[in-house]
């Protein structure tokens, strides 16, 4: 069974491979593959960010928070 991504996590490794990049210390060998795991890690927190969005919209739609309601609304 394959782990459950953690989006925290994954930002934080995004950021890593990042100041490793700009660090100007990598040959092209370590470059390709910290932009190739790096594009793998930016993929998996789209689509999380992307569940996340689905399931906020199903939830709001379910108690109707779909409308626009100004704070004096009840």
């Known amino acids: 069974m394959a782990e459950k991504f953690n989006f925290n996590k994954g930002l ?7 100041s490793k990049m700009e660090s100007g ?3 092209l060998e370590e470059s ?5 795991e790096g594009v793998k890690i930016h993929r998996q927190c789209h ?3 992307s569940d996340a969005e689905q399931r906020i919209s ?3 739609e379910s108690d ?3 409308e626009e309601k100004s704070f004096g609304d009840s």
Do not use: G, P, Q
């Open 47 to 49: 689509t999380a960010l």
């Open 58 to 60: 199903i939830l709001s």
């Open 64 to 66: 109707n928070y779909n």
């Open 12 to 18: 934080l490794k995004l950021e890593e491979i990042i």
């Open 32 to 36: 390709l593959k910290y932009f190739e």
């Open 25 to 27: 210390e990598l040959n």
